[in-house]
């Protein structure tokens, strides 16, 4: 009797961890791009009192969201586009846009919808349509598409269907599943994932020069998932000695400014 009632108490406690770990992965499932998106929400000042001379502007998606974002000027034919990672908002990217406007490029900083005061719900799709009505905007068939880590898919989605003068991914992924892996070991990252980002598959077939930059050191993209990119590209690798993911040096670094810039002189 002891023995059964022994099984009976195994039975149930196996029973109660199945029980919360399936609690633990549906909760997971249904708010999992509240960890993959982490916008920056709040109100962003005026682009002119940050940048000197910027403006801003905005434009209208083909789901109807009106996006603010800033441009500024420049006096060549070559804009870039800037299209940012899964945190913050324009204004944590004003120093990569002053870097480039020093050569006289154009830029245009874009916040995706959620982000940065604008209106709307962050999904990879979301994104794709954000993306595209600020490729609209822009004034000018030389482009070049800068693309921060997660913004690194975007952009090559981007470069698919508006083909660009030029393609810089900063701190690419292969696909958002191998870096969540990377992050989160212990999880069913692939199995779970709504949104997927795909950079490898794709990378492949877009007609332009592509730069892939990244650090040594970082710790949230392996540098060996943008060395994969790179690879399948057949694309300019940036190494950044020691530097991490957020370090200043990967928003306004001599070795990065000077990749953009040179692929925007090849552009011209």
């Not at 020093?102 to 799709?125: C, H, I, K, Q, S």
């Not at 999880?187 to 490898?200: G, M, N, S, T």
């Not at 077939?205 to 060395?227: E, H, K, M, W």
Request: charged share 20%; no cysteine; net charge positive.
């Amino acid at each position: 009797m002891r023995s059964v009632d022994r099984v009976t108490t195994l039975t149930r406690a196996a029973l109660v961890v199945v029980a919360v770990l399936v609690l633990l992965l549906a909760l997971l499932w249904v708010f999992q791009r509240r960890l993959v998106y982490l916008p920056d929400r709040g109100p962003v000042p005026p682009a002119a009192s940050v940048i000197p001379g910027a403006r801003d502007v905005s434009f209208t998606t083909s789901d109807g969201l009106r996006l603010a974002a800033w441009y500024v000027p420049g006096h060549r034919d070559v804009t870039v586009l800037v299209l940012g990672g899964n945190a913050g908002n324009r204004l944590h990217r004003a120093e990569l846009a002053l870097a480039l406007s020093a050569y006289g490029l154009p830029v245009l900083l874009m916040d995706y919808r959620g982000y940065g005061g604008n209106p709307g719900t962050p999904t990879e799709e979301g994104l794709h349509l954000d993306a595209l009505a600020a490729r609209q905007f822009i004034d000018g068939p030389r482009v070049v598409y800068f693309g921060e880590s997660l913004g690194a898919a975007v952009a090559t989605r981007l470069a698919l269907e508006r083909p660009p003068a030029g393609l810089v991914l900063r701190s690419p992924f292969t696909d958002l599943a191998d870096a969540g892996q990377a992050n989160y070991p212990f999880l069913p990252v692939r199995a779970l994932l709504r949104d997927r980002f795909p950079v490898v598959p794709d990378i492949g077939r877009v007609r332009a020069p592509v730069v892939v930059a990244y650090g040594t050191g970082d710790t949230i993209v392996p540098p060996r998932l943008s060395r994969a990119v790179a690879e399948a590209a057949g694309a300019k690798e940036v190494r950044i000695a020691g530097a991490g993911h957020n370090d200043l040096v990967m928003l306004n670094g001599r070795e990065l400014i000077t990749a953009v810039a040179d692929l925007a002189d090849r552009a011209s």
